[in-house]
């Protein structure tokens, strides 16, 4: 199974991963005393959620994760066996594949189990840490394309760029292609007006048996003050889901 689509081509197989199991746990370690959020993404059934790191058990070659809210993700996650997981610690990007998911518990509560990730690739990159928009109020991108104006929906976002729904196809993006001044509405903060390269395309299947087409744009050169309001949105997202995780939202 492939979970590499969130990776760019430079980072699968990269020759700087870090295959120590010693510097592979030191890291592990800092997620988990730090209670880094960790973004889990799975395909075939493709599944994402946000997740933290509770336990690492080196002698059993494990690690165990925050489960899921909906028990119907926690099960497309173990049928989807494998998932890619992405962490950013102190403004590195952190990522790791994890396998053999299974339920475990934790203190009596339901958890997540995977064997202990047998690589780690650390990107010197601020602020990339992704993070999934609302659901019940969509955030739109608008893109000029063949003199007409196409709007996508957002699916994540990050300082450094945004994923987005194209299920219509109205675009035939090509990696590296730019689209200029497209315009998001970020609630709370305003639109701003960007360029967008495309990074990747794909496709998959939901599990009600729809397709759609997802694209991965970076940003090009953001000002300031755009860059400043991308995070502002980033950040008010992340304090949000660390507050419905505690239970105060």
């Known amino acids: ?3 590499a689509i969130s990776q760019s081509p430079a980072e699968v197989d990269d020759p700087h991963a870090i295959t120590s199991p010693l510097e592979i746990l030191a890291i592990l370690r800092s997620i988990e005393k730090n209670k880094t959020l960790i973004r889990a993404h799975a395909q075939r ?9 509770l336990e690492i058990l080196p002698d059993q070659k494990t690690i165990v994760l925050d489960s899921a809210p909906q028990e119907s993700l926690n099960q497309r996650l173990i049928t989807a066996g494998e998932a890619l997981c992405e962490a950013s610690l102190d403004n590195v990007n952190v990522r790791f594949n994890i396998a ?23 990107i010197q990159r601020r602020n990339s840490f992704r993070i999934h928009t609302p659901i019940a109020n969509p955030v739109q ?38 689209y200029k001044n ?14 967008l390269c495309v990074a990747y395309t794909e496709q998959f ?45």
């Open 205 to 249: 299947e939901t599990p009600t048996g729809a397709t759609r087409q997802r694209i991965g744009f970076s940003f090009v050169n953001p000002p300031g003050a755009v860059a400043n309001a991308v995070q502002r949105y980033v950040s008010s997202l992340e304090r949000e889901l660390i507050a419905k995780r505690k239970g105060f939202a």
């Open 45 to 53: 059934p493709n599944s994402t959620f946000i997740t933290t790191l």
């Open 182 to 195: 497209c315009a998001i509405n970020l609630p709370n903060v305003g639109q701003i007006n960007i360029d």
């Open 100 to 122: 053999n998911i299974h339920q475990e518990t934790q203190d009596g509560k339901p958890a997540l189990g995977a064997d202990f990730p047998a690589q780690l690739i650390r």
């Open 141 to 178: 991108c608008r893109i000029r394309h063949d003199n007409k104006d196409v709007s996508l929906t957002l699916d994540d976002i990050s300082a450094s760029g945004l994923g987005a729904f194209d299920d219509s196809q109205q675009l035939t993006p090509v990696p590296g292609q730019t």
């Open 1 to 3: 199974m492939n979970t």
